[in-house]
């Protein structure tokens, strides 16, 4: 084949998305400024602890040998590849080639004998069959150029591992025979990928390739949106949707009056083809556990990829901010708490907690979020294990009492609590709010926690002030909702 330009050369994270979707591929390189691929805060937290978890692995391999620089000046890449290799480093870090108009710059090229160890450095806490494609053009680029490949390994998060103990933070998974029972598939996808690159956009149907491996960024603008479509029907997924598109029912008001649905998706069906608010007589008989003192409690959570408090693990949520409303004779108190400071927030939040919530007989939650914190807080901090099981104990949850009798046509066929609020309370958004995301409140308590150090000082200010207005907001929220479904029980 022909040379193309290097513009539309293959990468090995190009290559993956190839696989995924040629589709997708084709918009990635050929409109990289694209509003869905400019990365948000949570993706750019995950590009950077990917960064820092690839740099800790490399210090498994003492006197490996870093090929630097950037990737679009892959011509000196290679050349220093070449250099290292005819040196007797034991590993190269980024060692680079190309093939077939693919390149490819592999995390550890680990010597082994005559040959090599291909390590495919990932920041997730296991082994995951979307590895295989990756690990396989490498695999297939470096025997092109003439290298050996003894074995093919995946090293990733170790989830058993609990901080500060790092001498088991990796495991190392062998998928040479996966990566060998796919590489032949290479060359001819690596062909079908460059022939799409040089054309007109592909056309390529939907199906579940579109949430698989990842849900494609570029979903809209293949998917219907329309709160009709079946997709947004009550706990179906991408598998179930494509199932019933391929039955020939695309549309929520094609489904056959005898279609086994669950009471939630029933009720849904029935609310969206009479377009009204459903309410179940059942309503006022499960409301009957909020008819104490209130508390209504929030938790927001940090996730490291490379744990820093004591006894977490990769990616576990560690509880670092809490929204606590309470009811009562005079209206609703509120405190916020949010921890400061890199230390271990878990025992000051704890006694925090445990202080502002002891007036209350029952605590609202939603979801069951809430009471997997308050478990893990007492793991956490063993001295007040007691009193925080007494916590737990006066939790209930609003979200089943909403999912068991109430459904809005706007619903779309979510009960998270920012599809249901608006809804059922107009008027009461998140849409004021600099944070309306709890994944995004999570990058960003990591960034106040971790490295205040490097954020001005009206920055910081500011950005406690955006956590602790979402987490307020969330508790609100709650307290909203639980007065609109006495009012509507009570009609």
Known sequence: MPEIPSRQRLSKSRFVAGVQCHRLLWWKVHTPDAEELQPDKVLQDLFSQGQHVGEVAREGFPRGVLIDGDYRDYENKLAETQKALASDAPAIFEAS??????????????????????????????????????????????????????????????????????????????????????????????DRQLEALNGMLPDVGIGTHCFEPRECPFLNRCWPQSRDHIIKLYNVGPKKAWDYMRRGIHWIPDLPEKEKLPAA????????????????????????????????????????????????????????????????????THVGYLAEGPHDARPALAERLLDVTKGASKIVMYSSFERRMIRDLQAAVPDLERELKELEDKLVDLLPVIRNNVYHPRFEGSFSLKYVLSPMVPGLTYNDLVIVDGMVASVEIARLLFVAHKIPEHERDRTRKDLLDYCERDTWALVRLLARMRELAAT
């Open 97 to 190: 080639f190309v093939a077939h108009n693919t390149f490819v710059a592999v995390d550890i090229l680990e010597r082994a004998g005559d040959g090599f160890n291909l390590i495919e450095v990932k920041s997730s806490s296991s082994q995951k069959d979307e590895h295989i494609p990756d690990a396989a053009v490498q695999k297939y680029v470096l025997e092109q150029n003439g290298i050996r490949v003894e074995r093919v390994e995946i090293m990733h998060l170790n989830r058993e591992h609990l901080f500060p103990d790092t001498n088991d933070l990796f495991a190392r998974t062998d998928v040479t025979t996966a990566v060998d029972e796919f590489i032949g598939n290479v060359p001819g996808e690596i």
């Open 265 to 332: 998706g029933k009720r849904q069906v029935e609310a969206m083809r009479e377009n009204r608010l459903i309410v179940e007589p059942s309503l006022g008989k499960a409301l009957e556990d909020f008819n104490e003192t209130l508390g209504f409690l929030d938790f927001e959570t940090v996730s490291r990829a490379i744990p820093v408090w004591p006894k977490t693990g990769p990616w576990k949520m560690s509880t670092a901010q809490f929204s606590y409303h309470e009811e009562g004779s005079g209206g609703y």
